[in-house]
């Protein structure tokens, strides 16, 4: 059985928040272009209409949060040298439907679960992510929406009294 | 302001500025009582409430170190604040009262491996304290307050229920201003109700209880401060509170009496950590009742992907309820009943929460249709089980040295046939008004931490009486959802802030009396 690092989930959002922009402020020059984590990304979080500069950005976002642990440059080796296992050659040039099988075989690695979950939410907090599905966040700015549409429903059929 | 000397032995130490404490407080100062509140979280004002999910989690989440076992999350069993106000800062206003054979489980339900026992008091005797509790919090439908408006989510469900017949459709029953009350604005509809209201329109004890209690002169409130032990005199009195300011340092603060409203979980940890000579087991422990019974609702979740948009986002995000499947009916293949309620999500909840450990098309699919997405959230009777429940960790410390919380909870075999019927009713629900997917999911982590110091009749099954006075301390009471003796179907807040009024014209009878 694989054990789940407790740093792994009590690593809140707004923790790993922080030390991305403290890690991103000393960071010099940006990830090269072989690598594997945005391409990754957008094997597990596919959201229509949002632009692959979203995916850098949310890979060194959590590229940045996971160095924290000692072993991430390890388990990251381990991760695309599983991936490229499980793709029988470079995972990267591989076609997408042999990445997501690839992906789908190494699910169960602590690399995975790993990348998954702290990668999860700096994705689905993205504004620009919020944008392609329609979210628009904070309200209270413009009011809420006591007069803007809260009540807007036009399709129900008309409720029995 | 008013402060107190730590030797000042004519105060009442709260502990927890919640739903309990905060209430408690407040209304022993009103009542002429002096009272020091002790809150391990920091004081908020509404310049540090935004609308921002992350950035709130920061400020108002309970992250210190705990355990959890059984069907728990195992790093983040239980979801509650570390601020002053409490979990009243992420409550989302459903404030219903507990019906009359919810007190009484052990004469109603005939359920085998149970640890149920009914309430020391009935409904009737709460019912005046509820009054109180529903006009001191402003709850819709009561004290000439109008039911909330239903935004689009509540309207949906409220469609879909009354398709099926549901006659207990409501947006009564919250405690958000559907008006202007009590110098606190009308819900705008913003929306983050989970992330602390930004105008104050739901009720929170962080801008009532207890600015309210600085009023009177007789109140000091000590963020940042957390209770460590409560120390016993050599008469079995609660005689102090050892805490630990924001610096660590140490300090002790005398105490007339002592109540503790930390949450279920943090409550029965303190009693744990103040064993003694007088009581080895722990503090009120003589009877091994404290940490026992933990209650947390049997919950599902359930989100339908409508034919139009919903925008589920907008407006209150527990805007009504469904109380018709809340009778006991043995008919359904399982004893309690369960409350519908209206529940908004994210786009990060519903990744994380609705479709926890999904990804790539399946999840990309899902929230692609975000906006057409309405949910509900249902809560049901959780039969009291003597194995659920908070223990102290063998060798994990905290910061301060002290063992830390493991939180085990298993279902009961009432849990499945509820649950089930739950999600056939949802899918129901939803599918009556055109749903064309409807996905049901389950929660693993607690937000109803209720039951871990029980009141009881026979002092042998729990730990304090129908007041919440503890069985073997006379000045030491548990003045939060701790104190339940079983959960019932709705959810928890209402019954706790009722309870704290009762407790706190008890305090003050005894006082009268010379009693404490
Ligand atoms: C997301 C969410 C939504 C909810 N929605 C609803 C709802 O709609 N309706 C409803 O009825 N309930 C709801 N609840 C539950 C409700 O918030 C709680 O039941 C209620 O606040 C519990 O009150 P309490 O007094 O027991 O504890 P709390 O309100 O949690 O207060 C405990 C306080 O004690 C402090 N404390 C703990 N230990 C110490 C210590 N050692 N020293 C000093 N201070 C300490 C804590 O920091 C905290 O401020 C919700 C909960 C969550 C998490």
């Not at chain 2, 906006?371 to 194995?387: K, L, M």
């Amino acid at each position: 059985m694989l054990l789940v690092d407790r740093r792994e989930v009590l690593m809140t959002a707004a923790a790993a928040a922080a030390i991305a922009t403290i890690a991103g402020c000393s960071r010099s020059g940006s990830r090269t272009r072989d690598d594997a984590l945005a391409p990754f990304l957008m094997i597990l979080f596919p959201q229509p209409g949002v632009d692959p500069s979203v995916y850098n950005d949310v890979a060194r976002r959590t590229n940045a949060a996971l160095q924290r642990r000692g072993d991430w440059a390890t388990l990251k080796a381990e991760g695309v040298a599983a991936l490229d296992g499980a793709a029988g050659g470079k995972w990267l040039r591989a076609s997408r439907q042999l990445r997501i099988s690839a992906a789908t075989m190494i699910a169960d690695t602590s690399f995975f679960r790993t990348v998954y979950q702290t990668a999860l939410v700096e994705f689905y907090s993205d504004p620009r992510v919020w944008a392609a599905v329609g979210y628009p966040g904070a309200s209270a700015q413009n009011g809420g929406y006591l007069h803007n549409g809260f009540d807007d429903i036009d399709w129900l059929p008309e409720a029995a009294p | 302001m008013k402060t107190f000397d730590q030797t000042d032995d004519s105060v009442v130490v709260v502990i927890g500025s919640g739903a309990g404490g905060g209430v408690l407080a407040n209304e022993l100062a009103q009542a002429g009582v002096n009272v020091v509140c002790l809150e391990a979280g920091r004081r908020l004002t509404f310049g540090d409430i935004v609308n921002d999910e992350k950035i709130m989690d920061e400020r108002l989440t309970w992250h210190d170190r705990r355990f959890g076992e059984g069907i728990l999350n195992p790093y983040f069993p239980a979801w509650m604040c570390k601020t002053v106000g409490g979990t009243t800062m992420h409550w989302t206003g459903t404030a219903v009262r507990l019906q009359a054979h919810e007190f009484a489980p052990k004469t109603h339900y005939a359920l085998a491996d149970t640890n149920a026992i009914d309430w020391p008091l009935t409904r009737a005797d709460l019912d005046p304290y509820y009054d109180l509790a529903e006009r001191k919090m402003g709850v819709s439908g009561t004290n000439g307050l109008p039911p909330l408006p239903m935004n689009n989510n509540m309207k949906v469900l409220a469609a879909g229920a009354r398709a099926l017949g549901y006659k207990r459709v409501t947006s009564t029953g919250v405690a958000i201003n559907s008006a202007t009350y009590d110098g606190r604005p009308q819900c705008q509809q913003i929306g983050f109700c989970k992330s602390g209201c930004v105008i104050g329109a739901k009720w929170s004890t962080l801008y009532t209880e207890v600015p309210k209690a600085e009023e009177t002169s007789r109140f000091e409130l000590r963020p940042s401060s957390m209770a460590l032990k409560i120390e016993v005199d050599k008469a079995n009195n609660a005689s102090a509170v050892v805490y630990a300011d924001a610096e660590g340092r140490i300090h002790r603060q005398r105490a007339r009496a002592v109540c503790v409203a930390g949450n279920a979980i943090e409550t029965p940890r303190i009693l744990l950590n103040s064993a003694s000579a007088l009581h080895p087991d722990g503090l009120a422990n003589g009877a091994g009742q404290v940490g026992r019974n933990y209650l947390k609702h049997v919950v599902i979740g359930a989100l339908g992907f409508m034919p139009g948009d919903v925008h589920f986002y907008r407006g209150a995000q527990q805007g009504g309820h469904i109380a018709d499947e809340q009778r006991h009916d043995e008919a359904r293949g399982f004893a309690g009943g369960y409350q519908i309620e209206s529940a908004a999500f994210s786009p990060l909840a519903v990744a994380r929460i609705a479709f926890a450990g999904a990804w790539g098309e399946d999840l990309a699919a899902a929230l692609k249709d975000y906006n057409r997405i309405a949910a509900t959230f249902i809560t049901g009777e959780d039969p009291a089980q003597s194995g659920n429940g908070v223990r102290l960790h063998p060798d994990e410390k905290d910061e301060y040295g002290l063992p830390v919380p493991i939180v085990r909870y298993e279902d009961h075999a009432n849990a499945e046939p509820m649950r089930a019927h739950a999600e056939r009713q949802a899918r129901a629900i939803f599918e009556a008004v055109g749903a064309a997917r409807v996905v049901p999911f389950r929660v693993n982590m607690a937000t109803h931490n209720l039951g871990t110091c029980r009141m009881s009749a026979d002092p042998r099954d729990g730990v304090c009486d129908s007041f919440g006075r503890a069985h073997e301390v006379g000045n030491l009471f548990i003045s939060d959802g701790s104190a339940f003796s079983s959960s019932g179907s709705s959810n928890p807040t209402l019954t706790i802030v009722a309870l704290a009024i009762r407790q706190a014209a008890h305090i003050r009878e005894l006082m009268a009396k010379g009693d404490l």
